[in-house]
């Protein structure tokens, strides 16, 4: 069993930065990481990944601007959001995949407004 933590969330103006920071309960080292998103009336999508190896992979949508990283040592996975725009506001959720079960934070809220 994996548990999930976010913060970082808040409200930033459009142009603004975020870190995200998700704090698992345990070792992450192992474990495919990824954090998604869910605006009002849409689907839950993702948005970077970062797999056991290091690799990551991002949606075509934050491509440049966002940027998913981890610390093993203290077993937290972060994203680092620049040049936010409001159509980046959503709830972000971290995720973990071990042994081919995911794993879901309980959200981070994000508003993008001036």
């Known amino acids: 069993q994996v548990q999930l933590v976010e913060s970082g969330g808040g409200l930033v103006q459009p142009g603004g930065s975020l870190r995200l920071s998700c704090a698992a309960s345990g070792s992450i080292f192992r474990l495919n990481m990824g954090w998604y998103r869910q605006a009002p009336g849409e689907q839950r999508e993702l948005v970077a990944t970062i797999a056991r190896g290091g690799s990551t992979n991002y949606a075509d949508s934050v491509k440049g601007r966002f940027t998913i990283s981890r610390d093993t040592a203290k077993n937290t996975v972060y994203l680092q959001m620049n040049s936010l725009k409001p159509e980046d506001a959503a709830v972000y959720y971290c995720?973990?995949?071990?042994?081919?079960?995911?794993?879901w934070g309980q959200g981070t809220q994000v508003t993008v407004s001036s």
């Open positions: 995720n973990a995949v071990q042994w081919g079960s995911d794993y």
